[in-house]
Antibody
Framework: QVRLQESGPGLVKPSQTLSLICTVS??????????WSWVRQHPERGLEWIGY???????YDNPSLRSRISMSADTSKNHFSLRLSSVTAADTAVYYC????????????WGQGTLVTVSS | QSVLTQPPSVSAAPGQKVTISCSGS????????VSWYQQLPGTAPKLLIY???KRPSGIPDRFSGSKSGTSATLGITGLQTGDEADYYC???????????FGGGTKLTVL
């Protein structure tokens, strides 16, 4: 059974960089059948697609966030990460990591999510 | 404002049937697979339907999906109180160059 687990600071100051890691167990992020992605959910609101990374290091991100996003993958540790720079209160959200089936594009496994609050 | 439009809420009695619509455009739903997710309170989304109408292992056949043109529909029959959740549609939008979710629909089982 594939499991994904987000980790990182729950509180980030405005203008700083949000950094999260998603550790994958029960499967390898080097498997070319999948993309490894991030989705966020603002409080009491819907889901927002952030982006994904392939094991080769290729990334694809939401154009609305592109200038602030950086994603990477560490196949030796079987985890991938998200960095979002210059954060504001509008970036306060629950951040989920999820696996995408590359052939069809759907999210088949999700982490439990981690709340990141941007506040001074 | 979401690119994909869903009704904010739907409701029905236990045992009844409900449908949830997801309206998009030619840049998203018409030319891409649609998937549906169930989000129970306080939990992560869970895949219900993929490739428009396929169910993952473990999802009961009470849940169904369909797509026609620029719209997709999630159907749930034999409603149970445990089905109370938020439901989201999702697809790729080639104009935006990003994945897009609907705004979500809150299902209440009266």
């Amino acid at each position: 059974q594939v499991r994904l687990q987000e980790s990182g600071p729950g509180l980030v100051k405005p203008s700083q960089t949000l950094s999260l890691i998603c550790t994958v167990s029960g499967g390898s992020i080097s498997n070319g059948d999948f993309y490894w992605s991030w989705v966020r959910q603002h409080p009491e609101r819907g889901l927002e697609w952030i982006g994904y990374i392939y094991y080769t290091g290729t990334t694809y991100d939401n154009p609305s966030l592109r200038s602030r996003i950086s994603m990477s993958a560490d196949t030796s540790k079987n985890h991938f990460s998200l960095r979002l720079s210059s954060v504001t209160a509008a970036d306060t959200a629950v951040y989920y990591c999820a696996r995408i089936q590359a052939a069809a594009g759907h999210f088949d496994y999700w982490g439990q999510g981690t709340l990141v609050t941007v506040s001074s | 404002q979401s690119v994909l439009t869903q009704p904010p809420s739907v409701s029905a009695a236990p045992g009844q049937k409900v449908t949830i619509s997801c309206s998009g455009s030619s840049s998203n739903i018409r030319n891409n697979y649609v998937s549906w997710y169930q989000q129970l309170p306080g939990t992560a989304p869970k895949l219900l339907i993929y490739e428009n109408n396929k169910r993952p292992s473990g999802i009961p056949d009470r849940f169904s999906g369909s797509k026609s043109g620029t719209s997709a529909t999630l159907g749930i029959t034999g409603l149970q109180t445990g089905d109370e959740a938020d439901y989201y549609c999702e697809t790729w939008d080639r104009s935006l160059g990003a994945g897009v979710f609907g705004g979500g629909t809150k299902l209440t089982v009266l």
